[in-house]
């Protein structure tokens, strides 16, 4: 099994910065792309930011020049520097992991979600 635990959600003024991290653990032989998507209230889940075991990267554009996708190979982690948040970034930010298990292929996995709220 694999698993992802998300931290650093919480409430900030708009203007203000958080962090979040995701650690991947469990029977992991190699991940390909890490990402956070977010789903707002009443809204479907999209993607705000992904990266690559290369280290290209993908934003949504209503994320770009804000938030910063980083990645720790060695820990299996994945981070998300939000700068300058906005109200409309209130969501439940969701970690997202691609993992080959040896022997076992390939399958996506998703973390339990961080809330993060804007307040403006």
């Known amino acids: 099994q694999v698993r992802l635990v998300e931290t650093g959600g919480g409430f900030v003024q708009a203007g203000g910065s958080l962090r979040l991290s995701c650690a991947a653990s469990?029977?992991?032989?190699?991940?390909?792309?890490m990402g956070w998507y977010r789903q707002a209230p009443g809204k479907q889940r999209e993607l705000a930011a992904v990266?690559?075991?290369?280290?290209?990267?993908n934003y949504a554009d209503s994320v770009k020049g804000r938030f910063t996708i980083s990645r720790d190979n060695a820990k299996n982690t994945v981070y998300l520097q939000m700068n300058s948040l906005k109200p409309e970034d209130t969501a439940v930010y969701y970690c997202?992991?691609?993992?080959?298990?040896?022997?076992?292929?390939?399958?996506?996995?998703w973390g339990q979600g961080t809330q993060v709220t804007v307040s403006s």
């Open positions: 469990g029977n992991i032989f190699r991940i390909n792309h």
């Open positions: 990266t690559d075991n290369g280290g290209n990267t």
């Open positions: 997202n992991a691609n993992v080959y298990r040896l022997g076992l292929g390939t399958a996506d996995y």
